[in-house]
């Protein structure tokens, strides 16, 4: 009993994490709209336009992705082969999430995530900025996104795993 409420709570903390990173990706999609929107009104109102704008489009989407995947992925609403799935049973769709999270998801995320600290730390020592002119500077930020996105997603797949590992305990099959 105490391991099942200790499961549950790990479960919930993992999920409001993951909740909050989803409302800071859905933040960040609003910001982007935003920025697009000027930069296409400047460019096209105004005949002017800005490579900083155009790369902190480019940087928004890519940190509204990676913070926002372990949120989809809490929400099951990730990319799938729906066709099948949908009609498979509760413990087959277990199997199912639990095989691909063990031997798919959490390999190749674990993998991008121990290279990723090397990368980062490169660019923070050399200080990359764009090579554009007028482009942005201090580019490991937006690297930094990496290592915490694919962190969120790892830790998002132990709630999955635990998730499934419960269902799989139960005796029920339903539909």
């Not at 709570?9 to 993992?14: F, H």
């Not at 400047?42 to 155009?54: H, M, N």
């Not at 890519?62 to 009609?87: I, K, P, Q």
């Not at 995530?113 to 730390?121: A, I, K, P």
């Amino acid at each position: 009993m105490a391991r099942a409420l200790l499961r549950q709570g790990m479960v919930t903390v993992i999920g409001r994490v993951s909740g909050f990173f989803g409302a800071l990706a859905a933040i960040l999609c609003l910001a982007m709209i935003g920025v697009v929107f000027f930069d296409v009104v400047a460019r096209y109102a105004f005949r002017g336009g800005s490579l900083a704008l155009q790369e902190l489009e480019w940087h928004l989407f890519a940190a509204m992705f990676l913070l926002g995947a372990a949120y989809a992925m809490r929400e099951d609403a990730h990319v799938r082969v729906d066709v099948f799935y949908a009609h498979m049973s509760a413990r087959r769709r277990a199997w199912v999430d639990l095989l691909g999270t063990l031997f798919l998801v959490l390999p190749v995320c674990t993998v991008i995530l121990y290279g990723s600290f090397d990368f980062v730390g490169y660019a923070y020592s050399i200080g990359e900025s764009s090579p554009d002119p007028g482009g942005l500077p201090h580019r490991f930020i937006i690297k930094a996104a990496l290592p915490l996105g694919y962190a969120l997603v790892v830790l998002q797949s132990l709630a999955v795993v635990i998730r499934c590992v419960e269902t799989l305990a139960t005796r029920e099959d339903r539909p």
